[in-house]
């Protein structure tokens, strides 16, 4: 509980250092050595010291404070990824402020506004599918940050994953197992993400003519993934293999298995698009592209902290690979006459 008693001052007084120092590492700047640092925030939690985020903005014209607008709450990937920001920004004086922007290009405006009037130190964005934000919409935020899609009119770091390699690693291992009808069930069509991972997955067949390559586009959720996956069924039922564009519609595509009668692997093969617990609960286990969903937060408050501490950060994607995790939802294609129409 905070004590409403306890100043910087005393804080100090407890460490046996002055104020200036007590604020350096409140503000994550100047050189302080681990030991002061812990001992520090050690002497702020045991009295409750809170700083007053207001009078600090007054004086430093900003709150410690980063933002974090994300596209999706419901989607699992930027839990991780939040708690992954949280764990690199720990004991730097910063905290998080979450906010969801339901994948809607209004709604990012509008929380990006309302996020503008805290006057935060940062910005962690993943734009809206639809974005229309420029560098102008962001100059207020000061350090920005992307994380996992990126805009044509904004320039400046970001953290993303090696979309169309990962998608064509997961296709070479359909083809390897026999698979010639092949699909893809994307997420928004304006992603970047969407389109990337579209661009991998069709380069990956454009070699092989005898196989036939099927998309369809959601929106990312798990319900647009099963409804997607069962017209897709529906429409072509010679497919044998199906790729997720991520956990959500990973999930989707499953349950339309299980609605349409039909097995994973024995009569489609299923590959996800980042690692969900539920996947090695499902039998067999789903194979799945994992993303690195930790070291891309972790890297993306390393590149907010260089930032803050005056460090030049070029713009421009910083890539963390994808790994293909092999379980037991690939497997040879049943001949025709064993697979439900």
């Known amino acids: 509980m905070s004590d409403s008693r306890a100043t910087i001052y005393t804080v100090a007084r407890a460490v046996g250092v002055s104020a200036q120092t007590v604020s350096r590492v409140l503000n994550g700047t100047g050189q302080v050595s681990a030991k002061t640092r812990a001992a520090v925030l050690a002497a702020i939690e045991a009295q409750g010291y809170r700083p007053n985020a207001v009078g600090r903005s007054l004086r430093a014209s900003r709150t410690p404070m980063i933002g974090v607008l994300v596209a999706d709450i419901g989607n699992p990937f930027y ?7 949280e764990r690199r920004l720990a004991g730097s004086g910063y905290s998080l402020m979450l906010m969801n ?36 919409d962001l100059q207020a935020f000061g350090h920005v940050v992307g994380v996992s899609r990126v805009l044509d009119d904004v320039h400046v770091p970001a953290v993303v994953t090696n979309e169309q390699e990962a998608v064509g690693s997961a296709v070479a291992e359909l083809l390897a197992h026999g698979h010639t009808e092949v699909a893809m069930v994307l997420g928004p069509r304006k992603a970047s993400t969407t389109r ?109 902290l260089d930032m803050a501490a005056g460090k030049v950060v070029a713009p421009g994607p910083r890539v963390v690979p994808s790994t293909l995790i092999r379980r037991g939802s690939v497997a040879p294609p049943a001949p025709t006459k064993e697979r439900k129409a």
């Open 79 to 85: 839990a991780r990824l939040h708690r992954a920001l």
């Open 101 to 136: 922007c339901d994948d809607d290009a209004q709604i990012e405006r509008r929380q990006l506004d309302l996020l503008r009037s805290y006057r935060p130190a940062g910005l962690v964005i993943v734009p809206s599918s639809g974005s229309s934000l420029s560098d102008d």
């Open 196 to 304: 990337a991972r579209e661009k991998g997955f069709r380069a990956a067949l454009s070699s092989r003519p005898e196989c036939r390559a099927v998309v369809r586009y959601t929106d990312g959720t798990r319900s647009g993934g099963e409804a997607a996956a069962g017209e897709l069924l529906r429409a072509h039922p010679g497919v044998t293999g199906m790729i997720g564009f991520n956990a959500l519609v990973t999930e989707g595509i499953v349950s339309a298995l299980l609605a349409s009668g039909r097995r994973c692997p024995d009569d489609v093969s299923v590959i996800g698009f980042t690692d969900a617990g539920w996947m090695t609960l499902h039998r067999p286990a789903i194979s799945v592209i994992d993303q690195p969903v930790e070291e891309m937060g972790a890297l993306a408050g390393r590149l907010l």
